[in-house]
């Protein structure tokens, strides 16, 4: 069992071998970082479509699509 | 069902989350509404497990992943869509031409493995802590680390962004930057 290696030693040398790949400089993670945002922006800042006012009629009608499993 | 208003009100202010993470994860906005659709259907009729006060959109985040793993093993969704579909998208965004381009970048996030999209989402897009992206993943915080890093170096390497010691023209970008930073 003491042979056995702690949680915390695995993911040291997890950590480790990532360090050598990732070592990406603070300005390529921040350019990074704001693409990721603007890619999900896009979507977030995007009008709700339609849809959505028709399923939540449908969800809050009795016996209807949100009821029962 | 038992919704209460105020529950009702934050389901739907949800849902422009709930499309952008499933977008990341699809691409073919159809298929992102399906898919959102299908999850707000799943949390109404479970409305019940959900305790009021805890994180609604963690609670939402998950039920979406874990739809989209479902049909993904399933095989009713076809996972390698997202490419062409954001393709489709590229011309309606005509004005985007930064610096670093927002399109080769869908181009090459559409690329990686979706657990690592995800993570990277997760974590730098929609706000989550890394402990909530862990628990929304139901994996160790340590292995959403990894994916993070991991993805942004892939990242990096599909877009030729290298580090500030690296000859060429993006060096010279990079010693501008720090120069009108300092």
Same mark, same amino acid.
């Given at each position: 069992?003491?042979?056995?290696?702690?949680?915390?030693?695995?993911?040291?040398?997890?950590?480790?071998?990532?360090?050598?790949?990732?070592?990406?400089?603070?300005?390529?993670?921040? @350019?990074?970082?704001?693409?990721?945002q603007s890619l999900y922006d896009e979507v977030l800042q995007a009008p709700i479509p339609e849809r959505?006012?028709?399923?939540?009629?449908?969800?809050?009608?009795?016996?209807?699509?949100?009821?029962?499993? | 069902?038992?919704?209460?208003?105020?529950?009702?009100?934050?389901?739907?202010?949800?849902?422009?989350?709930?499309?952008?993470?499933?977008?990341?994860?699809?691409?073919?906005?159809?298929?992102?509404?399906?898919?959102?659709?299908?999850?707000?259907?799943?949390?109404?009729?479970?409305?019940?497990?959900?305790?009021?006060?805890?994180?609604?959109?963690?609670?939402?985040?998950?039920?979406?992943?874990?739809?989209?793993?479902?049909?993904?093993?399933?095989?009713?969704?076809?996972?390698?869509?997202?490419?062409?579909?954001?393709? @489709?998208?590229?011309?309606?965004?005509?004005?985007?031409?930064?610096?670093?381009?927002?399109?080769?970048?869908?181009?090459?996030?559409?690329?990686?493995?979706?657990?690592?999209?995800? @993570?990277?989402?997760?974590?730098?897009?929609?706000?989550?802590a890394y402990e909530e992206a862990a628990e929304i993943c139901g994996v160790a915080v340590g292995t959403?680390?990894?994916?993070?890093?991991?993805?942004?170096?892939?990242?990096?390497?599909?877009?030729?962004?290298?580090?500030?010691?690296?000859?060429?023209?993006?060096?010279?970008? @990079?010693?501008?930057?720090?120069?009108?930073?300092?």
């Open positions: 069992l003491a042979q056995e290696p702690k949680q915390s030693q695995l993911s040291e040398k997890t950590d480790k071998s990532d360090r050598r790949r990732s070592s990406l400089d603070r300005e390529s993670r921040r @350019a990074i970082g704001k693409q990721l959505f006012e028709e399923l939540l009629k449908q969800l809050d009608e009795p016996g209807g699509k949100g009821s029962g499993a | 069902m038992a919704v209460s208003e105020r529950l009702r009100a934050d389901l739907i202010a949800s849902i422009p989350n709930l499309r952008a993470f499933a977008t990341s994860l699809i691409g073919a906005p159809d298929r992102a509404d399906d898919l959102v659709q299908e999850t707000l259907v799943k949390a109404w009729r479970h409305i019940d497990s959900f305790q009021e006060g805890t994180n609604l959109k963690a609670w939402l985040f998950t039920i979406l992943r874990n739809e989209f793993y479902t049909q993904m093993r399933r095989g009713s969704r076809e996972v390698g869509d997202v490419n062409g579909a954001y393709a @489709a998208r590229l011309a309606t965004h005509p004005e985007q031409h930064g610096h670093l381009d927002l399109d080769d970048f869908r181009k090459a996030f559409t690329k990686l493995p979706a657990e690592q999209r995800e @993570a990277l989402i997760l974590v730098g897009a929609s706000g989550f959403i680390k990894s994916r993070v890093s991991r993805g942004r170096v892939q990242l990096a390497d599909m877009l030729s962004i290298h580090e500030p010691d690296t000859i060429g023209p993006d060096a010279i970008a @990079a010693s501008v930057l720090t120069a009108r930073r300092s």
